[in-house]
């Protein structure tokens, strides 16, 4: 599938990645000789409105910019999103068959952050682990920005990451073509699950036996029983 038509989501509490991302954009469009385009850039919970299988059905790809608030949460513009994420994740149709409701999407990632926090860079972290679950190919690395960079340092590795996208867009690179790299770089995977505040918990395992209720009714029975017949 040819890559013309770009959605742009972002994830923001105090505009950083925001900023930035509508920053990029332009920057994007305005290139010589661009041969894609940004349709759209909304905040997440907007685009999660929209509906995965809406997106897919809409877009070629997929750009994210988010930042991680609390305890690695989403921002509050962008929490539905990560739900959507979440659910796309794991979606069965009613047969039980798995569905992959962003396939034929690629993606890529962009995140916001504080490495003095734990929880550094949960929310882009996971969102980029989800897409992929969702069906999308990772068509660039993720970038971290972490606030504790210098301006030039951050500027530096923004200006990478849009070219790294850009380059992959312009040159149409297939879904077929192997994502660029695991989610887990950088960052070696670590992330702080947040699956239990969107997903319902699961089913507790079958019981290997009879209830212990029934196991005791069953053996009063027998105690009634036998007092019945023997006293
Ligand atoms: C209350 C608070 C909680 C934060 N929690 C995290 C966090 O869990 N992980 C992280 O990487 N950064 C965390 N940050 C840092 C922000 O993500 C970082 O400043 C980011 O650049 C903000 O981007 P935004 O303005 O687009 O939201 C936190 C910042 C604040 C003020």
């Avoid at 290139?31 to 070629?60: F, P, Q």
Wanted: proline share 6%.
């Amino acid at each position: 599938m040819p890559m013309d038509d770009v959605l742009v989501v972002y994830g923001s509490e105090s505009n950083t990645a925001k900023t930035n991302i509508e920053r990029i954009a332009k920057e994007w469009m305005a290139r010589d000789g661009v041969n894609w385009k940004v349709c759209d850039v909304m905040e997440g919970n907007d685009a999660a409105a929209l509906g995965l299988v809406h997106i897919a059905s809409t877009y070629d790809a997929i750009v994210v910019a988010t930042s991680s608030f609390r305890q690695g949460d989403a921002p509050a513009n962008y929490d539905d999103f990560l739900e959507a994420l979440y659910k796309g994740s794991v979606a069965m149709d009613p047969s039980g068959v798995r569905q992959v409701p962003l396939a034929g999407m690629q993606s890529a990632v962009l995140g916001f952050g504080d490495s003095r926090f734990d929880t550094y860079m949960n929310c882009p972290r996971l969102t980029d682990m989800l897409l992929e679950k969702c069906g999308t190919r990772r068509m660039a690395q993720r970038r971290e920005i972490d606030v504790k960079l210098s301006k030039e340092d951050k500027a530096t590795m923004m200006a990478d990451w849009a070219e790294d996208v850009h380059g992959a867009l312009q040159a149409k690179t297939k879904y077929s073509v192997p994502k660029v790299c695991e989610w887990t770089v950088p960052g070696n995977g670590q992330t702080f699950d947040k699956s239990l505040e969107y997903l319902p918990p699961p089913p507790p395992p079958e019981a290997a036996g009879p209830s212990p209720v029934v196991v005791v009714a069953a053996l009063g029975a027998v105690l009634g029983v036998g007092y019945y017949c023997f006293a």
